[in-house]
């Protein structure tokens, strides 16, 4: 059964980071497009960056771009979102995502979250003095 399990949402001050984590089990989570989405309250989910299966290729919202950075570490089936310099509008509640049809990371961080092919529960993120 595939599973997803985000953490190290939290709170923190402007200017501050975090780092967040989304570990995956029942699947390998480098053969598929993967990212990060997120939901502000009273707002739509935003794809915030994603990341391709075959040669690492990344997209960042505008939004985000130059302050987060997406990675993955294969030896532990984990995907990564290093969140600097943050923002009291990046507060939402952040979900990984799997998108296994998506080659373009562009078009999968623009798509609508539900029509993803797998997610997680979920990890809030309060950016807050």
């Known amino acids: 059964q595939w599973q997803l399990v985000e953490s190290g949402g939290g709170l923190v001050q402007p200017g501050g980071s975090l780092r967040l984590s989304c570990a995956a089990s029942?699947?390998?989570?480098?053969?598929?497009?993967t990212g990060w989405f997120r939901q502000a309250p009273g707002k739509e989910h935003e794809g915030v960056s994603c990341i391709s299966s075959s040669d690492g290729t990344t997209y960042y919202a505008d939004s985000v771009k130059g302050r987060f950075t997406i990675s993955r570490d294969n030896a532990k089936n984990t995907m990564y979102l290093q969140m600097n310099s943050l923002k009291p509008e990046d507060t939402a509640v952040y979900h990984c995502?799997?998108?296994?049809?998506?080659?373009?990371?562009?078009?999968?961080?623009?798509?609508?979250?539900?029509?993803?092919?797998?997610w997680g529960q979920g990890t809030q993120v309060t950016v807050s003095s």
């Open positions: 995502v799997v998108g296994a049809l998506y080659s373009n990371v562009q078009n999968m961080c623009r798509t609508p979250f539900g029509a993803l092919d797998y």
């Open positions: 029942g699947f390998t989570l480098d053969n598929y497009a």
